[in-house]
Nanobody, 113 residues
Framework: QVQLVESGGGMVQPGGSLRLSCSGSESLLLATMRTEWYRQAPGNQREWISSISQFGYPNYHESVKGRFIISIDSAKNTVYLEMERLKPEDTAVYYC??????WGQGTRVTVSS
């Protein structure tokens, strides 16, 4: 299967913001499928946090609702995860996924003062 490419992670202070990107490929047109974001914190299992359907409908885990926004730029074949008011507990490796893709390398987000 094809991997998506995640980017945009980094280190920020609590209360800061980051925008993650998930790039598709010629064989993975993200506007035609549901794309999901997951994260895995150290010592924890991977958890689902957000998704956007092929119709553009977003869904969020309660822990990020009101702070994270998922969106898609069809022209760039990229799904974004805008993260605001970040907390230390948001520290994790973030992955994007579709049913037609394998797990990628992820992008690391560290929230620390």
């Amino acid at each position: 299967q094809v991997q998506l490419v995640e980017s945009g992670g980094g280190m920020v202070q609590p209360g800061g913001s980051l925008r993650l990107s998930c790039s598709g490929s010629e064989s993975l047109l993200l506007a035609t499928m549901r794309t999901e974001w997951y994260r895995q914190a150290p010592g924890n299992q991977r958890e689902w946090i957000s998704s956007i359907s092929q119709f553009g409908y977003p869904n969020y885990h309660e822990s990020v609702k009101g702070r994270f926004i998922i969106s898609i730029d069809s022209a760039k074949n990229t799904v974004y995860l805008e993260m605001e008011r970040l907390k230390p507990e948001d520290t994790a490796v973030y992955y994007c996924k579709t049913v037609f893709s394998d797990w990628g390398q992820g992008t690391r987000v560290t929230v620390s003062s």
